[in-house]
């Protein structure tokens, strides 16, 4: 199964801008309001996205993120690990020395209080010593269905380490080089979730900015062979964050496409309505997040496929 009806999300303690993070990530903006304000604010949208999962009956354990030491962008979990339903968790290399704080072995403890079975935590933080990295679904984009793992390389996410995930996964990688324009320069996109999302039977990616053409090619024709209906976004919206979404279901089986606010209304009316013949919307509003985190809805939320405890 490509979704999952449980998530895992990080309620912000210390969120702000990250200046290490924002070396490479231009999406983050800095904001004149005071920390206080800013902490607040990233709360009320934490919690109003929260909620708006619950009322559609998806399963979100809100985990709080530890005061000290501060970790600013801790509302992002799904960068620094994955969960899989073979009962695996896998711990990835971080870019940023202050994001390695958030990696907390307390959240599998709680996990398994709620009765989820950890069979194997599996260790990847050893590659930051050679400063290669691999942020989680961050770098990677993975349709479990179909066992491909798509990534656009960047200074967050290197070759070796996403090949050696892709053996652990037994999933064929295909990597490429996504770029953007920053100040009349081509730069290469940060992470891949920025750029596309894979659903079960959609996949929405901003086919121009992948460099090469028989990378494109390769991209398109691989989502075209998996059965995805492709919904190509430009990169205007993709700096909307119209890329960064993710599926997930309900108790009930129903299926929902989450992004947030921002993003949805970069889209046109056809292209929702081209999401919506697959599955309902769901479009929390993280105007604070998106400008000082430079992430959206899909890096607030980290599946859960753990297998229950029997």
């Not at 929260?50 to 801790?74: I, Y």
């Not at 599998?108 to 590659?127: P, T, V």
């Not at 490429?176 to 920053?182: D, L, P, V």
Request: net charge negative; aromatic share 10%.
């Amino acid at each position: 199964m490509q979704t999952t009806p449980n998530l895992i999300m990080i309620r912000p303690a210390s969120f702000g801008f990250n200046a290490e993070t924002a070396k490479n990530n231009f999406y983050q903006k800095e904001d004149g309001r005071s920390q206080e304000e800013i902490r607040r604010l990233s709360r009320e949208e934490f919690d109003g996205f929260v909620a708006l999962l619950r009322d559609q009956g998806v399963k979100v354990l809100v985990l709080e993120d530890s005061v000290l030491p501060t970790k600013t962008d801790a509302v992002f979990p799904n960068n620094w690990f994955s969960t899989h339903r073979d009962g695996k968790v896998i711990l990835y290399p971080m870019f940023s020395p202050n994001r390695r704080l958030e990696r907390r072995k307390e959240i599998f403890e709680s996990l398994m209080q709620q009765g989820f079975r950890i069979n194997e935590i599996i260790d990847l933080s050893f590659f930051e010593e050679s400063g290669q990295f691999l942020e989680g679904t961050g770098s990677m984009v993975m349709d479990h269905d179909q066992k491909v793992i798509y990534a656009c390389y960047s200074e967050r996410t290197h070759p070796v380490p996403l090949d050696y995930v892709g053996q652990l996964l037994g999933h064929k990688v295909i990597g490429f080089e996504a770029a953007q324009e920053i100040n009349g320069l081509l730069s290469p996109i940060y992470h891949t979730n920025v750029m596309m999302h894979v659903g079960s039977d959609l996949a929405v990616v901003c086919l121009d900015s992948i460099v090469k053409s028989s990378d494109r090619k390769l991209v398109q024709d691989s989502l075209t062979q998996s059965g995805k209906k492709i919904i190509p976004i430009t990169p205007k919206q993709k700096f909307n964050f119209a890329g960064n979404m993710l599926e997930v279901t309900n108790g009930g089986g129903e299926k929902f496409t989450v992004m947030s606010q921002t993003a949805y209304d970069s889209l046109t009316v056809g292209q929702i309505q081209s999401i919506e013949k697959y599955s309902t919307i769901i479009s929390p509003n993280l105007p604070i997040i998106e400008k000082l985190g430079g992430g959206s809805a899909r890096c607030m939320m980290a599946e859960n496929f753990l297998p229950f405890s029997k």
